[in-house]
Every structure is written in structure tokens, then in C-alpha cells.
């Protein structure tokens, strides 16, 4: 009995960390077009940052390695898979990388975890209170 109930917790903490990677979606797209037409009407790969910025406007998240993410974006808006997400944008030295729209869960696996607090860090933050 305490096998079966062992081997049924493993298995619903397996399928429990499965569930948000498998919801996380992302889709790769080519042109993403301006909200202000400035210098162009669309971005694309190799873009400026400027001119992405001058274009779309601010991000409205900037994730720590440099990313981008604008909300409100539609993926595919003219076919049966369309969905509204989150504009990704990558950059490598100043230009548009790629650019993908991704869903909520995905936007939350690309955030970086924060790391637990050290010992060291947990007894300064005590001694200042």
C-alpha cells in the first residue's frame, strides 16, 4: 500500500512540473508592423534598436539579457491557430535577432528565477532591521 501511494505522489509531482512547460507557447514570426511608421513601415531581422523603438514605441517589459517584450500582440490573426500573446524581440549587437510572440507561460520561463538568499546575505538583512 505505502508502494502504490509512494509511486502516485512521484508520478502527480512529475505531471504537476510538466503542465506549465507544456502551456509555455512560443511562435516565430517574419514582420511585425510599425505602431509608428518612422524611417519604415514594419520591423524585421536586422532592425535597429532605434528604429525598433521609434516603430513600436517603449517595451513594455526589458528582460535582464536585453529582450524586449511588447503585450497585446496577435500571432497568425488570419488563421485558425491565431493567439494573443507577447511580443518577444531579441537583440545581438544593436540589431533585431528574432522576434516571436509568445503566451504568458512562456514570458514567465523566460524571466530569470530569482536566487535563494545566501546565509551571509540572510544575517545582513537581519542585522539591519
Not at 511562435?27 to 535597429?48: F, K, L, Q, Y
Not at 529582450?67 to 540589431?95: C, E, K, M, Q, S
Amino acid at each position: 500500500m505505502k508502494t502504490h501511494l509512494f509511486h502516485g505522489y512521484f508520478l502527480l509531482l512529475a505531471l504537476c512540473a510538466l503542465a506549465p512547460a507544456a502551456a509555455a507557447r512560443e511562435v516565430r514570426i517574419d514582420v511585425v508592423p510599425a505602431r509608428h511608421p518612422a524611417n519604415g513601415d514594419e520591423v524585421v531581422r536586422g532592425t535597429s534598436r532605434v528604429l525598433v523603438a521609434l516603430r513600436l514605441g517603449q517595451p513594455s517589459i526589458t528582460l535582464p539579457d536585453g529582450t524586449w517584450v511588447y503585450r497585446g500582440y496577435v500571432a497568425h490573426p488570419n488563421r485558425a491557430d491565431a493567439f494573443t500573446g507577447n511580443l518577444i524581440v531579441r537583440f545581438d549587437r544593436g540589431r533585431v535577432r528574432s522576434l516571436s510572440i509568445a503566451n504568458e507561460a512562456m514570458l514567465v520561463a523566460l524571466r530569470p528565477q530569482a536566487a535563494p538568499a545566501s546565509d551571509r546575505e540572510r544575517t545582513a538583512a537581519a542585522a539591519r532591521r
